[in-house]
């Protein structure tokens, strides 16, 4: 079945600076790729997601892209604040299912 | 809409009880997942539903049962509690893949329900 690993699991980073967090896929038949952000004690909700008929995609300060090819997608967070500080959940779908990353848990220091 | 709603919120059970974990949508969703989730972990598949009458399991289904009478409800069952089973539950509910496989459908989670097995 599908296996999705998510890097680093803990980021640290100052305020305003940019944050990546990095999934890889196994299964290339995989063609929807979600991000989701949980804040502490809260459910998860999705802020950005991809298909696989699409590169990369852009939403204000927060960008996906992906490389189908590599298996890979990434999330890209410019110009961060205290308030993006949460766990952070990639995500692949195959079939009906979604396959979740570990997850990354991002500090914005300020 | 109150979207997806979960019940209890909290619930400390002892060894070898069961409980059942309601959830309920109202947008309208044929599909409905069980997932848990433990400290520190991401979210793992339990059972879903695509529909009323159909469930399968997921990737941890074992102590776990579910059932699906109608759109709205996807009740989870413990049977037999074990402290492994200790974590933070969310059921979530989303459309099903209309527009073909490159279709987006975000799923909605559940508030949560955390449980104690002692």
């Known amino acids: 079945g599908e296996n999705v690993e998510q890097h680093p699991s803990t980021l640290s980073v100052q305020e305003g600076d940019s944050a990546v967090i990095k999934c890889t896929y196994s299964?290339?038949?995989?063609?929807?790729f979600p991000w989701y952000k949980q804040e502490l004690g809260k459910r998860p909700q999705l802020i950005i997601d991809?298909?696989?008929?699409?590169g990369e995609k852009k939403d204000q300060r927060i960008a996906v892209t992906l490389n189908k090819t590599a298996k890979h997608f990434s999330l890209h967070i410019t110009e961060t604040q205290p308030e993006d500080s949460a766990v952070y959940f990639c995500?692949?779908?195959?079939?009906?299912?979604?396959?979740f990353g570990a997850g990354t848990i991002l500090r914005v220091k300020s | 809409n109150a979207g997806v709603t979960q019940t209890p919120k909290f619930r400390i059970l002892k060894i070898g009880q069961s409980m059942t974990l309601q959830c309920t949508q109202d947008m309208n969703h044929n599909y409905m997942y069980w997932y848990r989730q433990d400290p520190g972990m991401g979210l793992k598949l339990i059972y879903y539903?695509?529909?009323?009458?159909?469930?399968d399991k997921g990737e941890v289904p074992n102590g776990y049962n579910v059932s699906r009478s109608t759109t709205e409800d996807f009740p989870l069952r413990l049977e037999l509690a074990a402290p492994s089973q200790t974590s933070v539950y969310f059921c979530?509910?989303?459309?099903?893949?209309?527009?073909?496989?490159?279709?987006?459908?975000?799923?909605?989670f559940g508030p949560g329900t955390r449980l104690t097995v002692l």
């Open positions: 539903s695509v529909g009323a009458g159909i469930t």
């Open positions: 979530a509910s989303s459309y099903p893949q209309a527009g073909g496989p490159y279709s987006y459908n975000e799923q909605f």
């Open positions: 299964d290339s038949a995989s063609n929807y």
């Open positions: 995500a692949s779908r195959g079939g009906n299912k979604l396959v």
């Open positions: 991809i298909r696989s008929n699409v």
